[in-house]
């Protein structure tokens, strides 16, 4: 199985949440967490492998801009047409409050945007840590439940 | 293999690059009105039609032919799709297209006049000239990837 994470860009918000699905986030010091506000890693528009859990799920990243529905929608059409089971390729977007901001300081230049990011995705995104917490613990509840029912 | 020609609507360009590449019309001279209008999809999605992959046929070699409309997302969805393919281990199956850098602007004006604001009777027209002027760059286009798909499938045959 494998969970892809939809955000805004790779490296923000839903590298948070691959963090927190992995249960590997770092007492709150987004700095710690590798890959974090490394807006060059989004670039390449490829799914970004963040780890795998103990049951060797492969969690991924993927940023997609503004339009989270659109390509979460695009990517379930395409893992039908490829003729693959919904469990093998789970899509859930993410967003927090300021992904859109952060989206704006990719025009800073490369000298210092990963220091900027890092400081400002740190202050926009902790006090809503608790709600994504909660988004990440539901995608597991539902996880275990539609999937394991569905292989018994 | 499956071919995903996408644009911005997934409505004009990559509906008419999809057609093409099927052979449901003819390569050789540019379209009437009603040919296009006959075309699956064309002039005819709405607004929930967006990130749908929408199936148009299997062609010659046995490929099957998909168009998606995908906003101002521009190459990066290719590289999406690849992507995602790729980490369900079937990125040599996928061929997306990207058609917005054949399209002109009377289909961007005509186009979002007939789609995005419902005004078919004055935005149809102009995207029935733009679509006309921009068919010999489609028929390019699609060639190019029938040679390729064309190459990778005898390149499956001599593996």
Not at chain 1, 76 to 88: S, T
Not at chain 2, 15 to 37: G, S
Not at chain 2, 64 to 69: F, I
Not at chain 2, 119 to 141: E, Y
Request: proline share 4%.
């Amino acid at each position: 199985m494998k969970v892809l994470f939809l955000g805004n860009t790779a490296v923000h918000t839903s590298l948070l949440a691959a963090n927190i699905y992995l249960r590997q986030l770092p007492d709150l010091n987004f700095s710690q967490i590798k890959g974090f506000a490394d807006i060059e890693q989004d670039v390449s528009a490829y799914p970004f492998l963040v780890g795998k859990d103990q049951d060797g799920t492969e969690v991924y990243t993927l940023g997609a801009g503004k339009e989270l529905a659109m390509t979460k929608k695009s990517l379930e059409h395409l893992r039908e047409v490829l003729g693959c089971a919904p469990h093998d390729l789970i899509v859930e977007t993410v967003s927090m409050k300021g992904d859109n901001l952060l989206l704006l300081l990719n025009w800073l230049p490369p000298g210092g945007r990963k220091l900027i990011h890092g400081l400002i995705a740190g202050l926009l995104f902790r006090p809503q840590l608790p709600k994504l917490f909660r988004q990440i613990e539901d995608l597991k509840l539902m996880i275990s439940d539609k999937f394991s029912a569905a292989e018994s | 293999m499956i071919i995903i020609y996408h644009c911005f609507g997934g409505s004009h360009s990559s509906v008419l690059a999809a057609a093409l590449h099927l052979r449901l019309i003819d390569k050789c001279r540019i379209p009437t009105t009603d040919e296009l209008m006959a075309i699956p999809y064309f002039d005819k999605t709405c607004d929930e039609d967006f990130g749908s992959i929408r199936f148009m046929g299997i062609d010659d070699s046995g490929h099957e032919v998909y168009v998606l409309g995908k906003k101002s997302m521009g190459g990066r969805y290719s590289k999406i799709l690849r992507g995602v393919a790729s980490i369900l281990g079937k990125e040599d199956q996928v061929l997306p297209v990207d058609c917005t850098n054949r399209i002109n602007l009377f289909m961007k004006i005509g186009g979002f006049s007939s789609r995005r604001m419902g005004l078919i009777s004055p935005g149809r027209p102009i995207v029935l000239k733009g679509t006309r002027n921009a068919f010999l760059d489609m028929v390019n286009l699609v060639e190019t990837v029938r040679i390729k798909t064309m190459k990778r499938g005898a390149e499956v045959k001599i593996l």
